[in-house]
């Protein structure tokens, strides 16, 4: 698919997330099982996957057919940023055919002594045609990876940076603030609990909104359940 084909199947529409890493209740060291999440996601109507690791974008790809968000999440002694930090992982993301790849993209600190804006430029350079998308924190850091070429701007990150604001839903703000800005499409992310979650980004300006852990993580739906029953007055 061209990257205004892939644009076009997922605007206004929902992109689950099917990611579980070492330590996580579905994750699997023998085999990955997130290609039956992806599965379930497709046939629920899904226009596309998010995953994390080479081994799920690819059984994903191949399970569902769907265009897939790739991203490794791995930590790097002296990094704090931990989504495809370095080059290793975007050219490994490339090799396996993935769509889009996300990289974080905000001012945390990095190991390797680049900057943030030399990463995106190296990253641009080397991947001409790949369409990459930037995960942040803040609007000043979705303005710039729009300046740096990123072809999407993803509020992934907002509430997980040190500096960002700490919401317990989602970042409606952020979204709106970019939409009115940038030119690339703003993906809707973080926090995403609900349908009305991400009904109001998409009112917000989100181009398309990703769903992760109300889906795709059980411990996490249970714990809310739980939680609010075990709070109860």
């Known amino acids: 698919m061209t990257k205004q084909e892939i644009f076009d199947s997922i605007k206004g529409k929902v992109i689950v997330s099917c990611q ?34 080479i081994r799920d974008v690819v059984a994903i790809k191949e399970e569902t057919g769907l265009p ?24 490994e993301l490339a090799e396996v055919g993935s769509d889009i790849i996300a990289l974080d993209c905000t001012d945390m600190k990095r190991g390797d002594g680049k900057s943030i804006e030399e990463f995106m430029t190296e990253v641009r350079k080397k991947y001409p045609d790949q369409i990459l998308m930037a995960d942040i924190s803040t609007y000043e850091e979705g303005v710039r990876a729009w300046k740096l070429g ?14 960002s604001v700490k919401l317990n839903g989602p970042d409606y703000e952020l979204v709106k603030r970019l939409a009115e800005t940038v030119d690339i499409p703003v993906i809707g992310e973080g926090r995403v609990h609900s349908p009305e979650d991400a009904v109001k980004m998409l009112e917000a300006g989100a181009f398309a ?25």
Request: aromatic content about 8%.
């Open 150 to 163: 990123m072809d999407l701007v993803g509020t992934t990150m907002s509430g997980y940076t040190p500096y």
């Open 20 to 53: 579980a890493v070492p330590g996580e209740p579905l994750y699997v060291e023998e085999k990955s099982i997130m290609y039956l999440m992806a599965r379930a996601a497709k046939r629920a109507g899904t226009p596309m996957i998010r995953t994390s690791s």
């Open 68 to 91: 897939v968000i790739g991203l490794i999440k791995i930590n790097y002694p002296g990094f704090e940023s931990f989504i495809t930090p370095t080059m290793k992982e975007v050219d």
């Open 209 to 233: 909104v990703v769903v992760g852990g109300a889906i795709t993580r059980p411990m996490e739906i249970a714990t809310r359940f739980i939680k609010a029953v075990e709070n109860r007055e």
